[in-house]
Nanobody, 127 residues
Framework: QVQLVESGGGLVQAGGSLRLSCHNS????????MAWFRQAPGKEREFVAA????????LYGDSVKGRFTISRDNAKNTVYLQMNNLKPEDTAVYYC????????????????????WGQGTQVTVSP
């Protein structure tokens, strides 16, 4: 069973920063694209960012471009989301997701192309 474990969420003031981490215990981590999605209460799950299996290509949702950075460390089986200049509208549960297809390129923002999901971590940004 694939396990994705997120950490790093919390409460922060607007303008602050947080770094989320997602660890995957699978040996196949390094051959799959990884992504972050988020879901606010009453809203659809929204694409945030994705990174190619080798880390050389990234993709971002329009609402986070220039503020968030996705990265990965394949030696540690971990993907990160650095979130800067946070806004109250960034408040949501953030989910880590693993692509359903190995070696995928180009990246996709389609949530249905990501088969495995973490349990989510809450990020709350106060005004």
């Amino acid at each position: 069973q694939v396990q994705l474990v997120e950490s790093g969420g919390g409460l922060v003031q607007a303008g602050g920063s947080l770094r989320l981490s997602c660890h995957n215990s699978e040996r196949t981590f390094s051959s799959f694209a990884m992504a972050w999605f988020r879901q606010a209460p009453g809203k659809e799950r929204e694409f945030v960012a994705a990174i190619r299996w080798n880390g050389d290509t990234t993709l971002y949702g329009d609402s986070v471009k220039g503020r968030f950075t996705i990265s990965r460390d394949n030696a540690k089986n971990t993907v990160y989301l650095q979130m800067n200049n946070l806004k109250p509208e960034d408040t949501a549960v953030y989910y880590c997701a693993k692509d359903s297809s190995e070696w995928r390129f180009p990246l996709t923002s389609n949530r249905y192309e990501y088969y495995w999901w973490g349990q989510g971590t809450q990020v709350t940004v106060s005004p």
